[in-house]
């Protein structure tokens, strides 16, 4: 948990190795908090972040990599996170490397499993090695719901890996030359439900402006070429009403060929490959949603998302008034200097750099995590201030600890049944300002 608000500049890498660790960036007063400066890698297993912002800024091209990353291996929650000015991708979530102690030159590589990547921004890669990338994103039973892409050239997500890829209810804007790709011979997608909708540096007289699904095979090494399978419809192309009627009229296009007919007849799938249970809203309901409610919006939403969210509404790019082209100009930029007036940035100055972060800090006499007003609020029901062993307690019964019930904005003083999935929501977006003054 936090007591401070205020942008945290890393020097190094944040490497997050300890499993079983949840980041409450909700829980900081005031304006939050903003990881800045480097990157931060999720090297473990069993990691929940909700209502933190990673934007990384730098700009030297020797130290290109993700806002956040790293090596995970699974049980990942990624819930209201902002993710941008990344100089790899802003995050990237996929595959576990390792040693299998067999001395081969090479790392082995295994699929991430159980990641669920929600109600999240990731926007303004930083273009300085025409690497303005938003997400590689995959692995075994993953889903990424209701998340929005903006301002990123390419990787609106890529697909890292085989499995099936569950993707609905996102929204992406803005992209030049890749939207959704990636994936291999051993890939199902489940692409249901998303808006797309293409900004000033989407070039509309090519077909990457109406691309839904770019299914590949580079990485499949059989000697010929096959595809995965796909389950693609309910998605919204803007301005593209053949495509959005039906999304398998050139919304999907397989690699990069002419004709793909064949391929495409193989891929297409008429009901969805198995998917965990979740709400799906149509694309409308959801493009609504999600630019009311992504991202880091606790304590509550900065300046940086609420300029991204307004350039998508209204299509328009949003610039600071002593922007200055990059001099020179980086090496293998496809872009002109001044591509930020389309969106492309290449230094955070461009968009009015870091904004500031305040917060009083609430008063917590006995350090436990959980804000003297808050335990006195529930006091009846055995909180203390003065205690700092009751927040591992449950004074209710349901199962969460009662750290637990403050982070997450639940009520002590209702039982509910958390194992009935019915019962199961965004308590802490319901109630707000459950944890901030």
Request: glycine share 10%; proline share 6%.
């Amino acid at each position: 948990v936090f007591n401070v608000a205020g942008i945290i500049r890393l020097k190094s890498p944040l490497m997050i190795r300890a499993p079983y660790i949840t980041i409450a960036g909700q829980t900081a007063p005031g304006d939050g908090v903003c990881v800045a400066g480097e990157s931060v890698w999720i090297d473990t297993h069993d990691v929940i972040i909700r209502h933190m912002r990673f934007r990384r800024g730098e700009t030297n091209v020797g130290r290109r990599d993700d806002a956040i990353g790293g090596n995970p291996i699974g049980n990942i929650m990624i819930d209201h996170v902002s993710a941008s000015w990344g100089l790899d991708e802003n995050m990237s979530i996929y595959r576990h490397m390792y040693d299998d102690g067999t001395g081969k030159p090479q790392m082995e590589k295994l699929p991430t499993v159980n990641i669920t990547i929600q109600n999240s921004i990731f926007s303004e890669a930083l273009d300085t090695w025409n690497h303005s990338f938003g997400s590689t994103l995959g692995g075994e039973n993953c889903s990424f719901i209701r998340n929005l892409w903006a301002n990123n050239t390419g990787r609106n997500p890529s697909i890292g890996w085989y499995g099936i890829f569950n993707f609905a209810n996102n929204v992406v804007f803005n992209w030049m030359h890749r939207s959704i790709d990636g994936g291999d011979y051993r890939a199902m997608y489940n692409i249901v439900n998303n808006y797309f909708k293409p900004g000033p540096v989407t070039d509309l007289e090519h077909s990457i402006s109406h691309r839904i699904l770019k299914p590949e095979s580079g990485r499949s090494k059989l000697g010929y070429l096959t595809f995965g399978r796909a389950y693609v419809s309910g998605n919204i192309v803007e301005g593209n009403d053949r495509v959005t009627n039906d999304n398998w009229d050139g919304g999907v296009q397989v690699e990069d060929m002419p004709n793909t007919g064949k391929y495409r007849d193989e891929i297409k799938w008429d009901k969805p490959l198995p998917m965990p249970e979740m709400t799906i809203l149509d694309a409308k309901s959801a493009y609504k949603f999600v630019l009311e409610n992504a991202g880091a919006t606790l304590p509550k939403r900065d300046p940086v998302d609420e300029r991204i969210v307004r350039v998508v509404r209204t299509g328009k790019i949003e610039y600071a008034p002593d922007a200055q082209p990059i001099v020179p100009q980086f090496k293998h930029r496809r872009l002109p200097p001044d591509s930020y007036k389309l969106g492309i940035i290449s230094e955070p100055s461009q968009v009015g750099g870091y904004p500031a972060y305040a917060g009083k800090p609430h008063k917590d006499t006995d350090m436990d995590g959980m804000p003297d007003d808050w335990e006195l609020k529930y006091a009846d029901l055995g909180l203390n201030p003065n205690d700092p062993k009751d927040a591992l307690l449950d004074c209710n019964g349901d199962g969460y600890t009662n750290i637990e019930k403050y982070i997450n904005g639940i009520d002590p003083t209702k039982q509910v049944d958390w194992s009935n999935t019915l019962n199961n929501h965004d308590t802490l977006a319901e109630s707000r300002n459950c944890c901030s003054n």
